[in-house]
């Protein structure tokens, strides 16, 4: 295949405009922006992950207050219609003293009751903490995040924009290669992702190696409209004055 030099000579601006569209790609992947974002995000949804389960557990426990309020409450309103009885003086002396001792085995069943109540109320007090401390983290974080991804969309902006005008700056330079030069470039560009390199003082500037012996001989030898390519990495090598041949 032959191509006139300076159309090849053209290779060399759609190989920059690539290889700067394979940059940006680049950046775009591994923007520490994105990379910050997704952080934040993942704690975020740890917090809230922890927020829920610290609410359900201080909602069981004023499950629990109640119920242990109302428990308390029983053996208090049993141990009043006791004492009310026994103030009366109400049924026969045995009555009476085994009212006596209802009374002392409720004040007993009482007291474990509001030890049990006391536990809860405390627990329920700390789970409360925790709520409000996970509160507060999780719209610090919340607030980070929205933060983040503003200056994701920011940086990503500014990407969108460069690829948006190499692209355009792109098209207007495939209109001097020829259709067939410019079918064998992107052939190689899809494989190697750029499609062409320099030769210069003998050394691709696309893999970066130095030819020596029959390959240098070759290039050489060619004609200038000859299109060669490099052995090791086979994009389109383009000559100039400072390929060193």
């Keep these: ?104 085995s409720l004040a007993r069943r009482q007291s474990e009751l509001e030890d049990v109540e006391l536990e809860v109320m405390e627990r329920a007090e700390s789970l409360g903490t925790r709520v409000e401390a996970l509160v507060a983290r999780h719209e610090a974080v919340a607030a980070r995040v929205t933060e983040a991804a503003a200056a994701r969309d920011e940086a990503l902006g500014t990407i969108e924009a460069e690829e948006a005008d190499t692209a355009t700056r792109r098209i207007e330079a495939t209109g001097d290669v020829g259709e067939e030069l410019l079918s064998l470039y992107e052939k190689i560009r899809a494989q190697t992702g750029v499609g062409a390199a320099e030769l210069n003082r003998r050394t691709c500037q696309g893999c970066r190696l130095e030819l020596m012996g029959a390959d240098l001989r070759r290039i050489a030898a060619a004609a200038q409209d000859d299109i060669v390519r490099c052995e090791e990495c086979r994009r389109i090598l383009v000559r100039t004055e400072h390929s060193g041949l």
Excluded: W
């Design 1 to 104: 295949m032959k191509a006139d030099p300076s159309r090849q000579a053209r290779l060399l601006d759609l190989a920059g405009l690539d290889t700067r569209t394979n940059q940006l790609a680049h950046r775009r992947a591994n923007l520490p922006q994105s990379k910050k974002h997704a952080e934040l995000a993942g704690e975020l949804e740890e917090v809230s992950t922890d927020l829920v389960r610290a609410r359900t557990a201080h909602d069981d426990v004023q499950c629990e207050i109640t119920k242990a309020e109302a428990d308390v409450q029983l053996v208090r309103d049993r141990a009043a219609r006791n004492q009310s009885r026994l103030d009366a003086g109400q049924g026969s002396a045995k009555d009476l003293q085994a009212l006596q001792h209802e009374l002392a």
